[in-house]
């Protein structure tokens, strides 16, 4: 699936953790945390876990750095280990976020994400989506934390305010889907988008036409708009029972229309 990523929230947020954190360890901080969101939004919850977990990486990684310690090769990397000691620096050296509060969200966060999937049982409900939105949420807050740790004494905080503020908000996914069928809360979607992110969302399986024309139906258009939109896809690949399936150019087309959404949401 497509990436896209916030380019102005993420520059902003550079510039406000530059000012105590070492500039080369911020990108993958704010990258990670970007894809995570992002997976988390379209309802792919162990990508999502991958990604938080990849996030408190880059996070340990910038704290350790932060207290002036030398950041291991990636072969020797542990983040257990960095957690452990950071909590022993003297807390003359290093406030208590730095050295405890913000290792030990890492911590649960961490300890969620290595064992994705793991727990799930056939005669059991999938944890994924659960573990998924309890990591989405204490990442945002372990983001927070450290935009407000690095503009603490700042003259004017209002910038910071607002992104922390933002990062604490509930985060609702735009692809919903329920016992089957598909929603996107996205506004604006004409049928034939609709109908190409419904392709984009099963690809690469085919999509009967039929169920094409129910799912648009349930984002408000008419019969007769459904069928108008689908006849207008163009990137499309019939099978020899009328079943739809993407093209490449058509889930280039779908990731881009939904980037370009989620961006004016």
Known sequence: MGNPTNVSTGAMMQQLLVAKFPAKRIAPVIQHFQEAAHEAQLSNWEVSLLKGGKFVEAVLKLLWEHVGKTVPKAKDFKASYIITELEKIPGTQAENTIRVTIPRACRFVYEIASNRGARHDADEVNPNQMDANAVSTLIA??????IRYAQKGAVDLDDAKKLVEGLSQKKYPVVEEVDGRIYFHLKGLSARDVAL???????????????LIDGIKRHGSSEANAKMGISRLKVVDLDGNGNLRLLRPGVLEAENLLAAKQATA
């Open 197 to 211: 992110l419904i392709l984009w969302h099963a690809h690469p399986k085919y999509v009967s036409k039929q169920e």
């Open 141 to 146: 807050w372990i983001l927070g934390e450290l």
